[in-house]
């Protein structure tokens, strides 16, 4: 589950999805997570890996000020563990399709990264498949959450 920092504002219902048989390593996302960086409140959708319900790997898509965190998220100091989005990849909708194949194509390597190579081992392609299908759906129902907490003065446009 996310680390919730004071501060923080989560808008609608998080989901919690499994990607092992075991449950132990799971997905999340929360449909708006807002916060505030360098004086600015941003946020959008946030979709996180954890392991034993420790967060290890999360992908924080807020439009410009979107990043990621990997090699194990430091809930402490998380600068240490932010990742800038690759070039061009801005718009929240680029953002969750590109957080989406990283965590398709790479979550076992990003779990091994993180020290967490036994956990990596328990990922089943078949739960990770239903996993992201369950957050494009979980998305998809909430709506375009963002929209709002930019009208209603949450996030900066």
């Excluded at 990043?67 to 800038?84: K, L």
Aim: aromatic content about 6%; proline content about 4%; glycine content about 8%.
């Amino acid at each position: 589950m996310a680390v919730k920092r004071d501060g923080e504002k989560y808008l609608g219902a998080e989901l919690r999805v499994p990607l092992s048989e075991d449950g132990q390593v799971a997905a999340y996302v929360w449909p708006v997570r807002i916060v505030v960086i360098r004086g600015l409140a941003c946020g959008g959708p946030t979709i996180g890996v954890d392991v034993g319900n420790q967060e290890i790997m999360r992908f924080d898509c807020h439009d410009t000020q979107g990043h990621w965190h990997a090699g194990g998220y430091d809930s402490s100091h998380p600068t240490n563990s932010q990742r800038a989005m690759p070039d061009g990849v801005v718009a929240v909708a680029d953002q969750l399709e590109w957080s989406y194949n990283q965590i398709r194509e790479n979550v076992c390597d990003l779990l091994s990264e993180a020290n967490h190579g036994a956990a990596s081992q328990k990922v089943s392609p078949k739960l990770l498949d239903a996993a992201l299908e369950s957050i494009k759906a979980h998305l998809d129902a909430a709506g375009d959450m963002r929209s709002q907490a930019i009208a209603d003065k949450l996030i900066a446009a």
